[in-house]
């Protein structure tokens, strides 16, 4: 996928970092494997956020075994929305945003969703169906709600900036974003779209959907290339603190734009991915080397 984009004998190519090379160069070095529970687990990433006082979603419960689901959820049915995620998933998998209509029926995905369905995916989580089959907890908390900006680009799901740091420095940042084919998710894999993030000016650069680059959403007219970052001096502030919190010093760190609280941490990676290069047309190696 690399040499489609970067001409083989380019120098952009030679640039670019693949697998083997992160392992090595970027993560063996700089994350001690020891530390890496404290980036894989949800809820021990917030108790580090929390403890340094650093913005994240609020935690309305932690469920470890399927006893405690249905006495944790009746704790949490007073809110208006939330989400349901499993402490040791990765790639979006497991996640339920969970609101509530008009009538008090809890809605997911567009559809009324029942408290043994909610109670079913709480024990699927626990049972590992979203953790390589190990025992995992579930973490519900506050539901972000996206900065008006967002919306004018697309109005559905949840977009997050991926800012990837080495030894607290920012390199290299995108936004991704939520599609039609995606469900609400904003991961890449699952068809979300990654937008470039020129990290000087704080503003979005092109779309990338995976083939091919554009100006724009793929299921919006917005002209996304060029528009200016909200909070986006704060985004690389807390992006900052974030990773002098944690022990480890190679980190994607995502961070959502809450309409009310503004930038709040999402979670964090010790193994983030390098499709951030495509999305920028730009190697990692070559932004080490001006920032290191």
């Not at 790639?91 to 209509?101: A, F, S």
């Not at 420095?169 to 974003?177: A, F, N, S, V």
């Not at 894999?189 to 995976?210: A, F």
Request: include cysteine; charged fraction near 25%; aromatic fraction near 8%.
């Amino acid at each position: 996928m690399f040499s489609i984009i970067f001409n083989k004998k380019s120098a952009s190519a030679s640039n670019v970092i693949g697998l083997n090379e992160r392992n090595i160069r970027l993560i063996y070095p700089n994350n001690p494997k020891k530390y890496y529970p404290l980036a894989d687990d949800k809820v021990l990433t917030k108790e580090v956020l929390h403890k340094n006082d650093i913005p994240c979603a609020k935690t309305y419960a932690v469920i470890e075994y399927n006893s405690d689901i249905k006495s944790a959820w009746e704790s949490c049915k007073k809110y208006k929305a939330l989400a349901i995620k499993p402490a040791n998933g990765c790639g979006g998998g497991g996640i339920k945003i969970l609101k509530k209509d008009k009538e008090g029926n809890w809605m997911s995905s567009g559809e009324i969703i029942s408290d043994r369905e909610i109670f079913q995916h709480m024990a699927s989580i626990i049972m590992g169906f979203f953790s390589l089959g190990s025992h995992d907890r579930v973490l519900i908390e506050e539901c972000i709600e996206p900065h008006p900006f967002f919306q004018e680009i697309y109005p559905s799901g949840v977009p997050d900036f991926r800012i990837i740091t080495l030894n607290s420095i920012p390199l290299m940042g995108m936004l991704r974003m939520p599609t039609e084919k995606s469900d609400g998710k904003a991961n890449l894999h699952q068809n979300g779209v990654g937008i470039g993030v020129d990290m000087q000016e704080g503003r979005l650069l092109e779309v990338y959907d995976g083939k091919k680059y554009s100006n724009h959403h793929p299921d919006s007219t917005f002209l996304v290339n060029g528009a200016p970052i909200p909070y986006w001096k704060e985004i690389l502030e807390i992006a900052v603190a974030t990773a002098k919190a944690f022990p480890l010093n190679y980190l994607g760190i995502d961070i959502v734009i809450d309409k009310n609280k503004g930038p709040q941490i999402m979670e964090i990676n010790v193994r983030p991915g390098l499709g951030i290069q495509l999305v920028n047309k730009t190697g990692l190696k070559e932004v080490i080397k001006h920032a290191i």
